[in-house]
Nanobody
């Protein structure tokens, strides 16, 4: 099991940027693929971005391509989500998740460990 703690959320205006961080502890971080998900009220948890355990492959949901960037620093046991050009529809609670595999998955059911979430609110 790996423990995850997100930070970096907040209230911003449309067009602004935020960087989310997710610090991991417990098991060796480099053994885990990581994903960022988000959930808005009344919606299912949505895959936003994923990165392989080695960091050499990345994927994004279409709605954030070109605006969000996922990265990881295995030496710091941290995964990041840089969010630029934020839109009101990006408003949600953002969660990081860990999967004890090389490759990420787009399904929240494939992740074993989750952070507590961080709220991102984008005003128009």
């Amino acid at each position: 099991q790996v423990q995850l703690v997100e930070s970096g959320g907040g209230l911003v205006q449309a067009g602004d940027s935020l960087r989310l961080s997710c610090a991991a502890s417990g098991r060796p971080f480099s053994n885990y693929a990581m994903g960022w998900f988000r959930q808005a009220p009344g919606n299912e948890r949505e895959f936003v971005a994923g990165i392989t355990a080695s960091g050499n492959s990345i994927s994004y949901v279409d709605s954030v391509k070109g605006r969000f960037t996922i990265s990881r620093d295995n030496a710091k046991n941290t995964v990041y989500l840089q969010m630029n050009s934020l839109k009101p529809e990006d408003t949600a609670v953002y969660y990081c998740a860990a999967r004890p595999r090389q490759y990420y998955s787009g399904s929240y059911r494939d992740y074993n460990d989750w952070g507590q979430g961080t709220q991102v609110t984008v005003s128009s």
